[in-house]
């Protein structure tokens, strides 16, 4: 399209996949992905604006039928979980057609599925082990951490932008 719109298709067949992206959105501008998702699989999209404006961004997520299953205007971050209804390609856009001057850059995170577990349960007979399960536990607790440290570095992100914003304004 005339806004160079920036197309992601994955066809991958695992279990689990996510893409976290950090991207500029031109002013006056729309940017679209695809993903290739099979009926039954839960997903979440999340998605924050670090910079730009008033931090904010439209967002509308379709179905492979073109249903509108997610969509939201003018906001500064959001998350939005569903449980796919159909295969197909779903499409997810981030919009800033409503601005005339102001680019942004926008960080999404796309999870589709669950991830396997760390123990395949076929050929077992048996429960986990207790060194098993502190693996588990353990496991659990970094992907935890990563979650926390992607915000973290997100708003931190964020917050030097408006720092550096005031400053050039004060200045």
């Known amino acids: 399209g005339p806004w160079g719109w920036l197309t992601l298709l994955l066809l ?15 002013d006056n501008a729309k940017q679209c992905f695809y993903e290739e998702i099979v009926q039954g699989t839960k997903c979440t999209l999340e998605f924050q604006v670090i910079t730009g404006g008033h931090y904010d961004v439209d ?56 991830d396997p577990p760390l123990f395949p349960s ?26 926390y440290q992607t915000h973290f570095r997100l708003r931190e992100a964020q917050g030097r932008s408006r720092a550096e914003d005031l400053n050039t304004r004060v200045a």
Request: a negative charge; proline letters at 2%; glycine letters at 4%.
């Open 122 to 147: 076929e050929n077992r007979a048996t429960a986990l082990t207790q060194m098993e399960s502190a693996c588990v536990s353990i496991h659990e607790a970094l992907k935890s951490v990563i979650d």
């Open 59 to 114: 967002c509308r997520l379709e179905g492979p039928d073109g249903a509108v299953l997610y969509k939201e205007m003018k906001k500064q971050y959001d998350s939005f979980t569903f449980t796919a209804s159909r295969n197909g390609t779903y499409k997810f856009c981030f919009s800033n057609e409503f601005s005339t001057f102001t680019h942004k850059t926008v960080y999404f995170d796309f999870q589709v599925g669950e």
């Open 12 to 26: 991958v067949a695992c279990a689990a996949r996510a893409s976290e992206i950090t991207f500029e959105l031109p």
